[in-house]
């Protein structure tokens, strides 16, 4: 079997016709799941991730963008891959100069780790 996997840095999803256009590249390429990062959409739903990805065999997951920036949405086939368990954290971390630091980290915590 093969698996169409992809990862892509959208740099923002609020507009409708560049979702669009994701929409139809997904559809081309005939992905099984997709990762975008920097979504910079602060609520995600199921009419937001249709626009994205018609299929009816659609799971998904999400982690929303901290006011204009981050976010990460993953969405799915799951036909060919199923859902165990999600678990995120997200740190903002300041800088004694005035930086700041976003800290991601996304597990997958399942029946698999018991083996």
């Known amino acids: 079997m093969t698996l169409r996997l992809l990862s892509w840095n959208v740099r ?4 409708p016709r560049k ?3 994701c929409k139809n590249l997904l559809k081309e ?4 799941t997709v990762c975008f990062q920097e979504t910079k959409v602060s609520t995600i ?3 937001f991730v249709r626009s994205l990805w018609g299929s009816p065999f659609t799971d998904w997951t999400v982690l929303d ?30 800088l004694s100069n005035g930086g700041r630091v976003i800290v991601l980290r996304v597990l997958q915590v399942s029946s698999l780790l018991k083996n």
Do not use: P, T, Y
């Not at 923002?12 to 507009?15: D, L, R, Y």
């Not at 390429?29 to 099984?32: A, E, R, V």
């Not at 891959?81 to 903002?92: G, H, M, N, S, T």
């Open 12 to 15: 923002g999803h609020n507009n």
């Open 19 to 21: 979702r669009e256009v």
């Open 29 to 32: 390429w005939k992905c099984d």
């Open 45 to 47: 739903d199921c009419a």
């Open 65 to 94: 963008a901290m006011q204009s920036s981050g976010g990460v949405l993953l969405i799915w086939d799951k036909r060919v891959f199923e859902k165990l368990d999600v678990i995120a954290l997200v740190l903002l971390i300041e």
